[in-house]
């Protein structure tokens, strides 16, 4: 009975919100799809949820390892949803890129979780297996899946003390309606997900974005970025700028080119409407830049590159002597910073990396990312990294130490998608 009540009023309360979603255009995207039509219609063996463009890219790795993990006499069909535009395109991307052909993938707007349309989702698509990438826990789409005998598997999963303290207010209705087996990436989020589901459904794992990191080397091809370098001058990146951090960053310039005269900077804002607002400062303080556009010859020592091409920051790593990775200083989560490691290089970073606290502390108690408290510190940092002869074949080598043993969850993610569809196929 309490359910029935809680159903009606939650559907009550999609009804009323509707007409103001579909004014925000970010949610509009995909209406038609959001209301579960216009879609291609089941049955599917696998229905995995990516939230966003971050839980994308883990659902394009799970997929590439399902071909060649999934029975080779049947080209299982999978329903891949996310609920933004980003994510959307990042699978439509990827999936072009990747060799996929063992898959027959579609691709769609995760449904608004009214249950009317959950349970029209259910009916059309007719999954045998949900897949939720890491912490969206939708109640109409669990108790749907629940309604329909569909087991739901949460993998690379994490849930913060916060929103643990929140979920715990409804542990008796998790431990009735949500996921039949979850795998967390860390002791923590196992053991949270243990008091909301039962320890016997949570297993740990490791986190499938260290498959992702591909060691690249410290030697590049780009032969139009290091046209730009000359040999006789250390090349510093100071990389992914956020806006609020601009301030301190214009100190740490000023300091470097003052007692490094024959250094060049590549500075490289995050986003792109920064651009014209860099060149302001830049010229305001009398400080020498060229933008990487008009940049066709070796530029002068002292000078700072501002980066207004984007898609390059990757390449840009190979070449450089010492970098920052923005978005740190100040609270803002941080930006990647294992980018810069796979190339044989140690960033430095800001204290505020939380959105990167899955990698772990002992990343920095290695050595391998350097964490300062101001941008009088990473100035200092920077200069040392500057006079330093480490070879980046050592760094490389250190990196690989480090990732080696937490390498494997792509592949312990799709053992228990397989061995899910297998237990229910045994059953029919």
Not at 320 to 336: C, D, E
Not at 341 to 349: A, E, K, N, S, V
Request: charged share 20%.
């Amino acid at each position: 009975m309490l359910l029935k009540i809680f159903l009606f009023f939650y559907n009550l309360a999609w009804l009323v919100v509707f007409p103001f979603l579909k004014r925000k255009p970010r949610i509009a995207l995909g209406w038609r799809q959001r209301l579960v039509k216009d879609v291609q219609l089941g049955p599917y063996d696998i229905w995995i949820q990516a939230a966003s463009g971050g839980e994308a890219l883990l659902t394009t790795a799970i997929l590439t390892q399902l071909v060649s993990s999934s029975p080779s006499d049947k080209k299982l069909r999978v329903l891949v949803t996310s609920g933004t535009r980003q994510g959307i395109d990042t699978l439509s991307k990827v999936l072009t890129e990747h060799k996929t052909t063992g898959l027959d993938v579609s691709i769609a707007y995760f449904p608004f979780d009214a249950p009317y349309l959950m349970q029209r989702a259910f009916i059309l698509f007719c999954p045998k297996i949900a897949v939720i990438i890491e912490t969206e826990l939708w109640p109409g789409f669990l108790i749907t899946a629940k309604k329909h005998r569909v087991p739901v598997l949460l993998v690379n999963g994490r849930i913060s003390e916060k929103s643990f303290r929140s979920y715990k207010h409804w542990s008796r209705f998790f431990e009735k309606y949500g996921p039949e087996k979850i795998l967390a990436i860390s002791s923590a989020d196992q053991n949270r997900f243990a008091q909301l589901v039962g320890p016997e459904r949570v297993e740990k794992m490791n986190n499938i974005k260290f498959d992702k990191v591909e060691i690249k080397g410290n030697t590049s091809n780009d032969t139009a970025i290091s046209a730009l370098l000359p040999s006789i001058c250390p090349f510093v990146i100071l990389g992914s700028i956020r806006q609020e951090e601009e301030e301190k960053i214009l100190s740490v310039i000023q300091h470097l080119l003052k007692n490094q005269k024959k250094i060049i900077i590549g500075l490289f804002p995050k986003h792109r409407e920064r651009i014209s607002q860099w060149q302001n400062i830049l010229k305001q303080q009398n400080i020498p830049y060229v933008r990487r556009s008009t940049a066709s010859h070796p530029v002068q020592p002292g000078t700072v590159l501002l980066w207004d091409i984007f898609g390059e920051l990757a390449q840009a790593y190979s070449h450089a002597k010492a970098t920052f990775v923005g978005g740190s200083l100040v609270n803002l989560g941080g930006q990647n910073f294992l980018e810069p490691l796979i190339y044989g290089l140690r960033p430095i970073i800001g204290p505020h990396w939380k959105d990167f606290s899955w990698v772990g502390q002992e990343i920095i108690t290695l050595g391998l990312i350097r964490e300062v408290a101001d941008e009088y510190q990473l100035a200092d940092i920077l200069i040392k990294d500057i006079k330093s002869h480490e070879s980046k074949d050592i760094v490389l080598q250190q990196v690989e130490q480090f990732f080696a043993p937490r390498r494997g969850g792509t592949n312990q993610t799709c053992q228990c998608i397989i061995d899910t569809l297998q237990a229910i196929n045994l059953k029919k």
